[in-house]
């Protein structure tokens, strides 16, 4: 369904949101990064469903990452303990600090799933650093696309750091759910970039 020109209303107590879909056709050149030895990647083979919601949780919460929340457990497992699905850590001295997840499912693609850093190191380098380490996996199999999607509750910074990654936008979409604030399924201080509207 396509929107109409102009305002559209949202129902108090649900958000809207612009999903900006990216993608790029050929494996682009790393970008410099810096390097810290504390930093790895780890490749998690069959993650325990709570220790990836707790490291999903720790990175999303104040970006409202919400759908890995919500799924079964049943319909969790069967994503990331997919052979087509490679879910990373990205460590600081072994503590998991970043979510990182390729989704091969597709034939011939690669679906940037999951990218991003806690709170304790945005804005540190570890960005790129972690970007570099994903294209590099990503192309190192047989794909001819790799994608991605970003809205306007992620980071603000996401959208030009994806873009200076690579990936060109080629979809726009407007998303709208129940705030995930008023349900409980994140705690009701995070994200104050989009105010919650109670319902009256
Ligand atoms: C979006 C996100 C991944 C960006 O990561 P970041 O940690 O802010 O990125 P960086 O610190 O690497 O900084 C970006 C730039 O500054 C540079 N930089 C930052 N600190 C640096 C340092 N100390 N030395 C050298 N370069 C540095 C990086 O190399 C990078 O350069 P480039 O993009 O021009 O190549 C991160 O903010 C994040 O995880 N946000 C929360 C989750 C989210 O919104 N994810 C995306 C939506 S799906």
Known sequence: MMLADGYT????????TVVTSLQM??????????????????????????WY????????????????????????????????VAVHAFEVDGVAEGLLELDFRVPGECELAFFGLTGRVQGSGAGRWLMNRALQRAWSRPISRLWVHTCTLDHP??????ARSGFVPF????????????????????APHAPIIEPA
């Open 25 to 50: 056709r050929a494996r682009p050149e790393p970008r410099p990064e810096r390097q810290c030895d504390a930093w790895s990647l780890r490749r998690v083979e069959q993650p325990a469903l709570g």
């Open 157 to 162: 910074d996401a959208l030009a750091f994806y």
């Open 53 to 84: 919601r707790d490291l999903y949780r720790r990175v999303g919460d104040d970006w409202m990452w919400i759908s890995r929340l919500l799924m079964p457990d049943a319909d969790l497992a069967a994503i990331i303990h997919s052979p087509d």
């Open 9 to 16: 209303d949202v129902a108090d107590g649900k958000l809207a």
């Open 171 to 190: 979809r726009r979409q407007v998303e709208v759910f129940d705030d995930p604030r008023l349900t409980g399924t994140v705690p009701r201080h995070v």
